[in-house]
Protein backbone atom coordinates (compact mmCIF):
# COMPACT_ATOMS: atom_id res chain seq x y z
CA UNK A 1 0.00 0.00 0.00
CA UNK A 2 1.27 3.27 -1.12
CA UNK A 3 1.41 6.28 1.59
CA UNK A 4 1.94 9.51 2.10
CA UNK A 5 5.68 10.19 2.50
CA UNK A 6 6.28 12.29 5.69
CA UNK A 7 9.11 13.54 7.06
CA UNK A 8 11.15 11.33 9.44
CA UNK A 9 11.10 12.34 13.19
CA UNK A 10 13.16 10.68 15.27
CA UNK A 11 11.33 9.31 19.27
CA UNK A 12 14.08 7.47 20.91
CA UNK A 13 14.09 4.23 18.44
CA UNK A 14 11.62 4.83 16.88
CA UNK A 15 11.75 6.84 13.71
CA UNK A 16 8.21 7.78 12.92
CA UNK A 17 7.33 9.56 9.03
CA UNK A 18 9.37 8.99 6.31
CA UNK A 19 7.38 6.26 4.84
CA UNK A 20 8.19 4.03 7.93
CA UNK A 21 5.87 1.75 9.64
CA UNK A 22 2.65 3.12 11.52
CA UNK A 23 3.52 3.15 15.29
CA UNK A 24 1.18 1.84 17.86
CA UNK A 25 0.96 3.79 20.89
CA UNK A 26 -0.98 4.05 24.12
CA UNK A 27 -0.72 6.21 27.03
CA UNK A 28 -1.17 5.03 30.90
CA UNK A 29 -3.53 5.57 33.20
CA UNK A 30 -1.61 5.02 36.08
CA UNK A 31 -0.20 8.34 38.16
CA UNK A 32 3.06 8.29 36.66
CA UNK A 33 4.77 9.09 40.47
CA UNK A 34 3.48 6.27 41.45
CA UNK A 35 6.78 4.12 39.28
CA UNK A 36 6.28 0.69 40.23
CA UNK A 37 2.79 0.20 38.64
CA UNK A 38 3.62 2.76 35.55
CA UNK A 39 6.47 0.45 34.46
CA UNK A 40 4.14 -2.55 35.16
CA UNK A 41 1.42 -1.19 33.26
CA UNK A 42 3.91 0.06 30.15
CA UNK A 43 6.12 -3.51 30.17
CA UNK A 44 1.99 -4.91 29.91
CA UNK A 45 1.64 -2.29 26.96
CA UNK A 46 4.95 -3.31 25.07
CA UNK A 47 4.16 -6.97 25.24
CA UNK A 48 0.73 -6.43 23.81
CA UNK A 49 2.99 -4.44 21.29
CA UNK A 50 2.75 -1.13 21.62
CA UNK A 51 5.31 1.02 20.44
CA UNK A 52 5.86 4.41 22.09
CA UNK A 53 3.86 4.83 25.25
CA UNK A 54 2.99 8.50 26.80
CA UNK A 55 2.68 9.48 30.51
CA UNK A 56 0.87 12.22 32.08
CA UNK A 57 2.60 15.00 34.03
CA UNK A 58 1.14 17.28 36.38
CA UNK A 59 3.78 18.60 38.98
CA UNK A 60 7.57 17.92 38.94
CA UNK A 61 7.33 14.43 41.26
CA UNK A 62 5.84 13.40 37.67
CA UNK A 63 8.41 14.49 36.01
CA UNK A 64 11.73 13.46 38.42
CA UNK A 65 10.00 10.27 38.18
CA UNK A 66 10.77 9.33 34.15
CA UNK A 67 14.15 8.91 35.42
CA UNK A 68 13.47 5.48 37.23
CA UNK A 69 10.44 4.82 35.21
CA UNK A 70 13.35 4.94 32.01
CA UNK A 71 15.23 2.09 34.01
CA UNK A 72 12.23 -0.10 33.60
CA UNK A 73 11.02 0.11 30.50
CA UNK A 74 12.39 -0.55 26.45
CA UNK A 75 10.05 1.61 24.42
CA UNK A 76 10.39 5.71 23.86
CA UNK A 77 8.54 7.25 26.92
CA UNK A 78 6.75 10.75 25.70
CA UNK A 79 5.32 12.81 28.51
CA UNK A 80 1.94 15.05 28.19
CA UNK A 81 2.63 18.19 29.59
CA UNK A 82 -0.04 21.43 29.60
CA UNK A 83 1.38 25.06 30.05
CA UNK A 84 4.26 24.83 32.41
CA UNK A 85 7.32 25.27 30.20
CA UNK A 86 9.60 24.15 33.59
CA UNK A 87 7.59 20.94 33.72
CA UNK A 88 9.04 20.08 29.99
CA UNK A 89 12.15 20.71 31.03
CA UNK A 90 12.80 18.85 33.93
CA UNK A 91 11.18 15.85 32.22
CA UNK A 92 13.95 16.59 29.36
CA UNK A 93 16.33 16.35 32.44
CA UNK A 94 14.88 12.66 33.30
CA UNK A 95 15.14 11.66 30.01
CA UNK A 96 12.05 11.78 28.38
CA UNK A 97 11.93 10.69 24.67
CA UNK A 98 9.46 12.81 23.59
CA UNK A 99 7.04 15.54 24.43
CA UNK A 100 3.02 16.36 24.08
CA UNK A 101 3.07 20.04 24.20
CA UNK A 102 1.54 22.81 22.52
CA UNK A 103 4.11 26.23 22.35
CA UNK A 104 0.90 28.47 22.07
CA UNK A 105 -0.29 27.33 25.72
CA UNK A 106 2.93 28.42 27.29
CA UNK A 107 2.53 32.20 26.27
CA UNK A 108 5.70 33.41 26.59
CA UNK A 109 7.81 33.29 23.15
CA UNK A 110 11.59 33.86 24.65
CA UNK A 111 10.24 30.36 27.01
CA UNK A 112 9.22 29.15 23.89
CA UNK A 113 12.80 29.34 22.39
CA UNK A 114 14.60 28.28 25.12
CA UNK A 115 12.74 24.95 25.23
CA UNK A 116 13.36 24.46 21.42
CA UNK A 117 16.91 25.28 21.87
CA UNK A 118 16.98 22.27 24.23
CA UNK A 119 15.09 19.94 22.73
CA UNK A 120 17.32 20.56 19.05
CA UNK A 121 20.06 20.37 21.21
CA UNK A 122 19.22 17.03 23.03
CA UNK A 123 17.51 15.68 19.08
CA UNK A 124 14.28 15.82 21.21
CA UNK A 125 10.43 15.82 19.19
CA UNK A 126 7.28 17.55 20.07
CA UNK A 127 3.68 15.99 19.58
CA UNK A 128 1.42 19.01 18.70
CA UNK A 129 -1.49 17.79 19.93
CA UNK A 130 -4.84 19.95 18.65
CA UNK A 131 -8.29 18.73 20.14
CA UNK A 132 -11.70 20.11 19.55
CA UNK A 133 -12.61 20.36 23.30
CA UNK A 134 -9.44 22.88 23.80
CA UNK A 135 -9.61 25.16 20.87
CA UNK A 136 -7.99 29.02 20.84
CA UNK A 137 -11.74 30.86 21.37
CA UNK A 138 -11.71 32.81 18.61
CA UNK A 139 -11.55 29.42 16.10
CA UNK A 140 -15.16 28.71 17.84
CA UNK A 141 -16.88 29.82 14.76
CA UNK A 142 -15.32 28.01 12.22
CA UNK A 143 -15.95 24.39 10.75
CA UNK A 144 -14.71 22.07 13.49
CA UNK A 145 -12.18 20.40 10.70
CA UNK A 146 -10.81 24.02 9.70
CA UNK A 147 -10.33 25.32 13.22
CA UNK A 148 -8.30 22.14 14.04
CA UNK A 149 -6.04 22.68 11.02
CA UNK A 150 -5.61 26.43 11.94
CA UNK A 151 -4.81 25.67 15.69
CA UNK A 152 -2.28 23.03 14.65
CA UNK A 153 -0.85 25.59 12.26
CA UNK A 154 -0.59 28.41 15.21
CA UNK A 155 1.52 26.04 16.98
CA UNK A 156 3.78 24.55 14.50
CA UNK A 157 5.22 28.59 13.66
CA UNK A 158 5.43 28.98 17.03
CA UNK A 159 8.04 25.97 16.98
CA UNK A 160 9.42 27.16 12.97
CA UNK A 161 9.92 30.70 14.20
CA UNK A 162 12.03 29.00 17.14
CA UNK A 163 14.14 26.98 14.50
CA UNK A 164 12.35 23.76 15.67
CA UNK A 165 11.28 21.49 13.01
CA UNK A 166 10.80 18.03 14.93
CA UNK A 167 7.66 18.10 15.01
CA UNK A 168 4.74 15.61 14.94
CA UNK A 169 0.79 16.46 14.69
CA UNK A 170 -2.52 15.03 15.89
CA UNK A 171 -5.91 16.88 14.92
CA UNK A 172 -8.48 15.22 17.18
CA UNK A 173 -12.45 15.00 17.57
CA UNK A 174 -14.53 12.43 19.71
CA UNK A 175 -16.74 13.22 15.90
CA UNK A 176 -15.58 10.76 13.29
CA UNK A 177 -16.26 13.07 10.03
CA UNK A 178 -14.15 16.13 11.85
CA UNK A 179 -11.05 13.98 12.22
CA UNK A 180 -10.61 12.88 9.40
CA UNK A 181 -11.63 15.91 7.58
CA UNK A 182 -9.46 17.69 9.62
CA UNK A 183 -6.54 14.94 8.49
CA UNK A 184 -7.14 14.97 4.71
CA UNK A 185 -6.64 18.60 5.12
CA UNK A 186 -3.67 19.08 7.09
CA UNK A 187 -2.06 16.26 4.69
CA UNK A 188 -2.33 18.26 1.59
CA UNK A 189 -0.47 21.14 3.58
CA UNK A 190 1.70 19.72 5.65
CA UNK A 191 4.40 16.90 5.49
CA UNK A 192 4.79 16.70 9.29
CA UNK A 193 4.02 13.05 10.45
CA UNK A 194 0.64 12.78 11.69
CA UNK A 195 -0.64 10.92 15.11
CA UNK A 196 -4.35 9.60 14.26
CA UNK A 197 -6.92 8.87 16.75
CA UNK A 198 -10.80 9.94 17.63
CA UNK A 199 -10.87 11.04 20.85
CA UNK A 200 -12.88 10.48 23.87
CA UNK A 201 -14.24 7.58 21.94
CA UNK A 202 -16.61 5.99 24.17
CA UNK A 203 -16.52 2.32 25.89
CA UNK A 204 -14.67 -0.91 24.18
CA UNK A 205 -16.85 -1.51 21.91
CA UNK A 206 -18.12 1.71 20.53
CA UNK A 207 -15.13 3.14 20.96
CA UNK A 208 -13.42 0.55 18.33
CA UNK A 209 -16.07 1.02 16.14
CA UNK A 210 -15.69 4.86 16.20
CA UNK A 211 -12.07 4.80 15.91
CA UNK A 212 -12.06 1.88 13.40
CA UNK A 213 -14.74 4.49 11.08
CA UNK A 214 -12.34 7.20 11.33
CA UNK A 215 -8.51 5.83 10.80
CA UNK A 216 -9.58 3.16 8.34
CA UNK A 217 -10.26 5.63 5.50
CA UNK A 218 -7.24 8.05 6.72
CA UNK A 219 -4.72 5.09 6.25
CA UNK A 220 -6.35 3.29 3.24
CA UNK A 221 -5.35 6.28 1.68
CA UNK A 222 -1.82 6.28 3.19
CA UNK A 223 -2.00 9.22 5.37
CA UNK A 224 -1.19 8.73 8.92
CA UNK A 225 2.30 7.63 10.71
CA UNK A 226 1.54 6.42 14.09
CA UNK A 227 -2.27 5.85 15.94
CA UNK A 228 -3.63 5.42 19.00
CA UNK A 229 -7.23 3.66 18.88
CA UNK A 230 -8.81 6.17 22.30
CA UNK A 231 -10.93 3.62 24.44
CA UNK A 232 -12.42 4.26 27.53
CA UNK A 233 -10.66 0.78 29.02
CA UNK A 234 -7.75 -0.90 29.87
CA UNK A 235 -4.48 0.55 27.88
CA UNK A 236 -3.69 -2.72 26.68
CA UNK A 237 -6.92 -3.12 24.63
CA UNK A 238 -6.04 -0.44 22.12
CA UNK A 239 -2.82 -1.74 21.91
CA UNK A 240 -4.58 -5.44 20.98
CA UNK A 241 -7.35 -3.27 18.87
CA UNK A 242 -4.60 -1.13 17.04
CA UNK A 243 -2.63 -4.10 15.51
CA UNK A 244 -6.34 -6.01 14.45
CA UNK A 245 -6.84 -2.42 12.80
CA UNK A 246 -3.62 -2.29 10.98
CA UNK A 247 -3.52 -5.98 10.24
CA UNK A 248 -7.42 -5.86 8.73
CA UNK A 249 -5.75 -2.55 6.42
CA UNK A 250 -2.68 -5.05 5.07
CA UNK A 251 -0.33 -2.35 7.38
CA UNK A 252 1.27 -5.52 9.26
CA UNK A 253 2.05 -8.97 9.62
CA UNK A 254 0.54 -10.12 12.43
CA UNK A 255 -0.81 -13.86 12.08
CA UNK A 256 -5.00 -13.97 11.47
CA UNK A 257 -7.37 -15.98 12.04
CA UNK A 258 -10.34 -16.42 9.86
CA UNK A 259 -13.29 -17.29 10.55
CA UNK A 260 -17.25 -17.86 9.61
CA UNK A 261 -19.94 -15.83 11.05
CA UNK A 262 -21.92 -19.68 12.17
CA UNK A 263 -24.85 -20.23 10.49
CA UNK A 264 -27.28 -23.39 11.27
CA UNK A 265 -24.93 -25.68 9.39
CA UNK A 266 -22.14 -24.62 12.04
CA UNK A 267 -21.66 -28.25 14.02
CA UNK A 268 -18.75 -27.23 15.84
CA UNK A 269 -17.77 -24.81 18.85
CA UNK A 270 -16.74 -22.10 16.46
CA UNK A 271 -16.97 -19.29 18.69
CA UNK A 272 -14.80 -20.89 21.49
CA UNK A 273 -12.05 -22.61 18.92
CA UNK A 274 -11.49 -19.51 17.22
CA UNK A 275 -10.99 -17.63 20.40
CA UNK A 276 -8.45 -20.25 21.07
CA UNK A 277 -6.43 -19.98 18.01
CA UNK A 278 -6.58 -16.27 18.64
CA UNK A 279 -4.56 -16.50 21.38
CA UNK A 280 -2.33 -19.51 20.23
CA UNK A 281 -1.34 -17.13 17.62
CA UNK A 282 -0.59 -14.12 19.67
CA UNK A 283 3.15 -12.97 19.00
CA UNK A 284 4.12 -15.15 15.51
CA UNK A 285 4.09 -13.49 12.23
CA UNK A 286 2.59 -13.85 8.55
CA UNK A 287 0.11 -16.77 9.57
CA UNK A 288 -2.96 -17.27 8.33
CA UNK A 289 -5.04 -19.74 9.78
CA UNK A 290 -8.95 -20.55 8.91
CA UNK A 291 -11.70 -21.89 11.63
CA UNK A 292 -14.65 -22.37 9.98
CA UNK A 293 -17.91 -24.08 10.64
CA UNK A 294 -18.96 -26.42 7.69
CA UNK A 295 -17.40 -28.06 4.74
CA UNK A 296 -20.18 -26.41 2.39
CA UNK A 297 -17.88 -23.59 2.49
CA UNK A 298 -15.33 -23.39 4.17
CA UNK A 299 -12.71 -24.69 2.55
CA UNK A 300 -13.06 -22.58 -0.62
CA UNK A 301 -13.31 -19.38 1.75
CA UNK A 302 -10.19 -20.56 3.41
CA UNK A 303 -8.44 -21.34 0.66
CA UNK A 304 -6.14 -18.13 1.19
CA UNK A 305 -4.80 -19.23 4.65
CA UNK A 306 -2.21 -21.62 5.33
CA UNK A 307 -3.92 -23.77 6.76
CA UNK A 308 -7.63 -24.48 8.55
CA UNK A 309 -10.03 -26.39 9.89
CA UNK A 310 -13.67 -26.82 7.98
CA UNK A 311 -15.97 -28.43 10.82
CA UNK A 312 -18.59 -31.36 10.10
CA UNK A 313 -21.10 -32.81 12.70
CA UNK A 314 -18.75 -35.71 13.90
CA UNK A 315 -15.59 -35.46 11.70
CA UNK A 316 -13.68 -32.69 10.11
CA UNK A 317 -11.80 -31.86 7.33
CA UNK A 318 -8.15 -30.32 7.42
CA UNK A 319 -6.95 -28.03 4.57
CA UNK A 320 -3.71 -26.60 3.85
CA UNK A 321 -3.63 -23.50 0.65
CA UNK A 322 -7.32 -24.93 0.25
CA UNK A 323 -6.51 -28.77 -0.24
CA UNK A 324 -8.44 -31.14 2.14
CA UNK A 325 -5.47 -32.74 3.77
CA UNK A 326 -6.49 -35.00 6.16
CA UNK A 327 -9.95 -36.13 7.97
CA UNK A 328 -10.44 -36.26 11.41
CA UNK A 329 -12.59 -36.97 14.77
CA UNK A 330 -14.12 -33.74 15.59
CA UNK A 331 -12.19 -34.12 19.46
CA UNK A 332 -9.07 -33.72 17.92
CA UNK A 333 -9.63 -30.46 16.02
CA UNK A 334 -7.88 -28.30 18.56
CA UNK A 335 -4.92 -30.92 19.01
CA UNK A 336 -4.29 -30.75 15.42
CA UNK A 337 -4.41 -26.88 15.22
CA UNK A 338 -2.39 -26.38 18.17
CA UNK A 339 0.00 -29.40 16.55
CA UNK A 340 0.28 -27.59 13.03
CA UNK A 341 0.88 -23.74 14.82
CA UNK A 342 3.93 -25.24 16.54
CA UNK A 343 5.40 -26.62 13.32
CA UNK A 344 4.90 -23.03 11.65
CA UNK A 345 6.41 -21.98 14.60
CA UNK A 346 9.12 -23.98 14.51
CA UNK A 347 10.01 -23.79 11.40
CA UNK A 348 10.05 -19.81 10.90
CA UNK A 349 12.28 -20.45 14.37
CA UNK A 350 14.92 -21.92 12.01
CA UNK A 351 15.36 -19.26 9.21
Known sequence: MLREETRSVQVGNLTIGGNNHVVIQSMCNTKTKNVEATIKQINALEQAGCELVRVAVF?????????????GIHIPLVADIHFDYKLALAAIEAGVDGLRLNPGNIGDEKK??????????RKIPIRIGVNTGSLE????????????????????KILENAGFFDI??????SDVRTSVAAARRFSKEF??????????????????????AGLSPLLLDGIGDTIRISLTADPVEE???????????GLNDDSEVIACPTCARTEIPLFELATKVEKMLAGTKGLKVAVMGCVVNGVGEGEKADFGIAGGKEKSVIFEKGKITKTIDNSLIFDEINALIAKYKAQNEKI
Open 137 to 156: KDLKNLNPADALVESAKRHI
Open 191 to 212: DYPLHLGVTEAGTFERGIIKNT
Open 239 to 249: VIAGRMLLKSL
Open 112 to 121: VRYLADVLKE
Open 59 to 71: DKEDAYAIKEIKK
Open 168 to 173: IVSLKS
